[in-house]
T-cell receptor
């Protein structure tokens, strides 16, 4: 399967702990996006990368959130000092190049903060 | 900031009936995409509209982009049980990100 993959698929953590998620985009896709989705809502944009450059971050992304894409391939999203409000599905998507290219979503990582 | 609104939030139909969901943006869009998300699944791309007034069809699905590029619709003719799921629109400005609506959840009674 050469689609977008995300690990882990599920993460349960205690409030205050740090968590890190990984996204592997479709090979040769230059753009990589992170979204957050809660029940009954659409995906909410967090940030995106063009190759290794992080081009935009949502104002929703507090200082506790950081994303990297060091070699322009896989990406990680870290949440420090998790809060119960961080519980959500974290989705990664990739696209080939330009803004008009189709975004292909991964299966997501479901985070539960106790 | 940019807002994308979808109506209705929920739609229950009898199998064979038609279904339409509407998407409205607070700002002019460069393009709009439609996605389908099955329960427990992730969004799956359906189509992208770019031109003002564009209409595209995929079998029983018809997608329209408004003349002002601020609204769009998805119409399904003769719904089937396989059409169940949540349909999202996502609007792009030229700012490099997509803003999703909150979706319309379709249930189909056989």
């Amino acid at each position: 399967d050469t689609g977008v993959s995300q690990n882990p698929r599920h993460k349960i953590t205690k409030r205050g702990q740090n968590v890190t998620f990984r996204c592997d985009p479709i090979s040769e896709h230059n753009r990589l996006y992170w979204y957050r989705q809660t029940l009954g809502q659409g995906p909410e944009f967090l940030t995106y990368f063009q190759n290794e450059a992080q081009l935009e971050k949502s104002r929703l992304l507090s200082d506790r959130f950081s994303a990297e894409r060091p070699k322009g391939s896989f990406s990680t999203l870290e949440i420090q000092r998790t809060e119960q409000g961080d519980s959500a599905m974290y989705l990664c998507a990739s696209s080939q190049d330009s803004l008009t290219d189709t975004q292909y979503f991964g299966p997501g990582t479901r985070l539960t903060v106790l | 900031g940019q807002q994308v609104m979808q109506i209705p939030q929920y739609q229950h139909v009898q199998e064979g009936e038609d279904f339409t969901t509407y998407c409205n943006s607070s700002t002019t869009l460069s393009n709009i995409q439609w996605y389908k998300q099955r329960p427990g699944g992730h969004p799956v791309f359906l189509i992208q509209l770019v031109k003002s007034g564009e209409v595209k069809k995929q079998k029983r699905l018809t997608f329209q982009f408004g003349e002002a590029k601020k609204n769009s619709s998805l119409h399904i003719t003769a719904t089937q049980t396989t059409d169940v799921g949540t349909y999202f629109c996502a609007g792009d400005t030229n700012a490099g990100k997509s803003t999703f609506g909150d979706g319309t959840t379709l249930t189909v009674k056989p």
